[in-house]
C-alpha cells in the first residue's frame, strides 16, 4: 500500500465514523474555551492547550461548529502522523515495513477513536511522530534541523505542554550530533517558541497568578492523590498492567507481533534501539509512577510512533519469512484486520465506536426529554462530574439552563460551585436561588456504577420531596430548590 492509499484510508475511515456530538468532558471543555478562554474555571481545564484552541477557532471559522472543527483537527493530524511514521519506516528498514506500519496505524483501535473524536491525543501523536523523525535526521548529521525541531517541539507544548516534558530528552539526545553553535540556536529557538504562545495565554487567562491558581487547583484536586509519594506500590503496579492492556488496545491483534521475534537473532542497530528508548522511557516511566488512568487512555498515544516502528518491521519479517505461502499470509493477515476492526466498532470499552454512537444517542435522549420536563424558567440542572453525561454535557448542550455541578469544589478561596449557563463557566461562592422553584438532576449513563453513585448523591437529600419520571429509558428525579443546601451546605442557601 503505497503512502499516498495510506493516508486516503486514514481520512476516509476517520471522517465516515466521525463523531457527531463533543463526546468526552474534556471535549467539551474545549469547545466552551473556543469561546472564552479561562482556564480557572476550566474553559479548558488546565494547563489549557492554548495552540489547540487557537487551531480550533481557526477551523471553526470555516465550519461553525466546534465539534466538527475538533474533529476535522483530529483527523488531519492522524493523516500527518501516518505519512511520518511510513517515511521515518521506509528510512529505518525498508518499503515492506514502512507499509505495515502504516497499516497496523490505519486499524489501530485506539487510534480511530482518537481520530473521530474531539480530544487532543492524536495531536499530540503527530508532534511525537515529527519530532522524531527531525530528532533522527540531527542524529544522522544534518544539523539544519536542529532549528525546525525546536521550533516543533515548542509548537507541540502548546498544544500540549507534557510534551515538553515527554520529548524534549529527545531532542537534548540527538543534539549530542550537533556543534555547540547549532545547539545554542535550538535552546533559543525552543525558547522563543514558548514564549510566543505562552505569554498570550497568560494574559487570555487573567495574569500569571490567575492561571497558575487554577493549574495547582487542579493538580490538587485529581492527579496529586495518585503518584508514587503518596500512594502505595501496589497503584504504580496496577498502572503498569494498565498500560500494558492499553497497548493491546492501541495495536489489537497485532501486539502479539513481537512474538515473531523471540528466537530470532537479528541484529539491532544500537543506534536506533537508544534512540527508541530516549522515545519511549520518559513518558513510560511518568505515567506508571505518576498519573494515568485508563479512561485518558490517548496519554500512551505519544508512544505510538516509535511502537509501530518495531511492530511494522517485527510483521515485515514475518511477512518475508512466510515467502511463497500467499493463502497463509493473507489468511493472517485478514483475521488480524478484522480482529482490530471488531475490536473498533463493537466492543465494549469506551472507545469504540458502538460506545460512541450509544452516547450520541443516549445525549439526544436526554437533552430532547429535559424540555418537555421542566422549564429554564424556574428549575435548575443539578448534575455531577463525569466524563459521560455530565455536568459539562449538560450546561453544554441545554445552555438556556442554569445547571451547578456536585459536589463543591474545595478551592484556596474556599468551597466554590461550578455553574453554567449560556456556555459560559461561573465559580460562585452562594448560589443564586432564589428566582427558582424546583431541581431536575441530568441523568448519567446506563450502568450499575453509574446507577449506584446517582443514587448515593440523591440518598442526601429528603427523599418525600423527590418525584421520579421515566423517559426514553432514563431516570428523573425532581425535587424543590429548597433542599439543595443537603448537597451543597456552602454554597446552597433555602429560598
Not at 520529548?167 to 549530542?176: G, I, K, N, T, Y
Not at 448560589?431 to 450502568?447: C, E, M, Q, S, T
Not at 430548590?481 to 443537603?486: C, K, V
Amino acid at each position: 500500500m503505497s503512502l499516498g492509499l495510506l493516508v486516503a484510508a486514514v481520512a476516509i475511515s476517520r471522517w465516515v465514523f466521525r463523531s457527531h456530538y463533543l463526546y468526552d468532558l474534556d471535549s467539551v471543555n474545549f469547545a466552551l474555551a473556543m469561546k472564552r478562554f479561562d482556564p480557572r474555571v476550566h474553559q479548558p481545564h488546565p494547563p489549557g492547550y492554548f495552540l489547540y484552541i487557537i487551531l480550533g477557532r481557526l477551523l471553526n471559522i470555516l465550519f461553525h461548529n466546534a465539534n466538527l472543527s475538533l474533529v476535522i483537527l483530529s483527523i488531519l493530524a492522524s493523516c500527518g502522523l501516518v505519512a511520518v511514521l511510513y517515511l521515518m519506516t521506509f528510512e529505518w528498514y525498508g518499503l515492506t515495513a514502512a507499509r505495515f506500519a502504516g497499516v497496523l496505524f490505519l486499524l489501530s483501535p485506539l487510534a480511530w477513536f482518537h481520530g473521530i473524536v474531539a480530544l487532543t491525543y492524536i495531536v499530540e501523536a503527530f508532534f511525537s511522530a515529527l519530532i522524531g523523525y527531525l530528532c533522527w535526521r540531527i542524529i544522522c548529521g544534518d544539523g539544519r534541523f536542529v532549528v525546525p525541531v525546536a521550533v516543533t517541539l515548542g509548537i507541540s507544548a502548546g498544544i500540549r505542554p507534557s510534551s515538553l516534558l515527554f520529548l524534549a530528552p529527545l531532542f537534548l539526545f540527538s543534539l549530542r550530533k550537533a556543534t555547540a553553535g547549532q545547539r545554542r540556536v535550538g535552546f533559543a529557538a525552543l525558547g522563543v517558541t514558548v514564549v510566543a504562545w505562552a505569554l498570550p495565554m497568560i494574559h487570555a487567562a487573567g495574569g500569571a497568578r490567575v492561571y497558575l491558581e487554577g493549574l495547582t487547583s487542579l493538580w490538587r484536586m485529581v492527579p496529586s492523590k495518585t503518584t508514587v509519594f503518596n500512594s502505595s506500590p501496589a497503584t504504580s503496579i496496577a498502572r503498569a498492567f494498565t498500560i500494558i492492556f492499553i497497548f493491546f488496545l492501541i495495536f489489537g491483534a497485532a501486539s502479539f507481533a513481537p512474538i515473531i521475534a523471540l528466537g530470532r537473532k537479528n541484529h539491532v542497530d544500537p543506534a536506533k534501539r537508544n534512540f527508541s528508548l530516549v522515545w519511549i522511557l520518559p513518558a513510560l516511566c511518568f505515567f506508571t509512577f505518576g498519573y494515568l488512568k485508563f479512561v485518558n487512555s490517548g496519554y500512551l498515544l505519544l508512544l505510538l510512533p516509535p511502537a509501530c516502528i518495531w511492530l511494522g518491521l517485527c510483521v515485515a519479517e514475518w511477512f518475508e519469512r512466510v515467502g511463497s505461502h500467499r493463502s497463509l499470509k493473507l489468511a493472517v493477515i485478514g483475521a488480524c484486520a478484522a480482529c482490530n476492526v471488531a475490536i473498533f466498532l463493537a466492543s465494549p470499552l469506551y472507545c469504540s465506536y458502538g460506545q460512541v454512537r450509544l452516547f450520541e444517542t443516549q445525549l439526544e435522549n436526554i437533552t430532547t426529554a429535559i424540555p418537555r420536563l421542566a422549564s429554564s424558567d424556574d428549575t435548575v440542572i443539578l448534575s455531577v462530574d463525569s466524563h459521560f453525561n455530565g455536568f459539562r454535557h449538560a450546561g453544554y448542550y441545554l445552555p438556556g439552563y442554569f445547571t451547578i455541578e456536585y459536589p463543591e469544589a474545595k478551592l484556596k478561596d474556599g468551597p466554590r460551585v461550578f455553574t453554567m449557563n449560556q456556555r459560559n463557566t461561573i465559580l460562585m461562592a452562594a448560589l443564586p436561588l432564589a428566582p427558582y422553584r424546583r431541581f431536575i438532576v441530568f441523568p448519567l449513563p446506563n450502568g450499575s456504577s453509574y446507577r449506584e453513585y446517582l443514587q448515593e448523591v440523591t440518598a442526601r437529600l429528603p427523599s418525600h420531596d423527590l418525584s421520579r419520571v421515566t423517559l426514553d429509558g432514563h431516570d428523573y428525579v425532581t425535587g424543590p430548590i429548597s433542599d439543595l443546601p443537603s448537597l451543597f451546605p456552602n454554597a446552597a442557601k433555602a429560598p
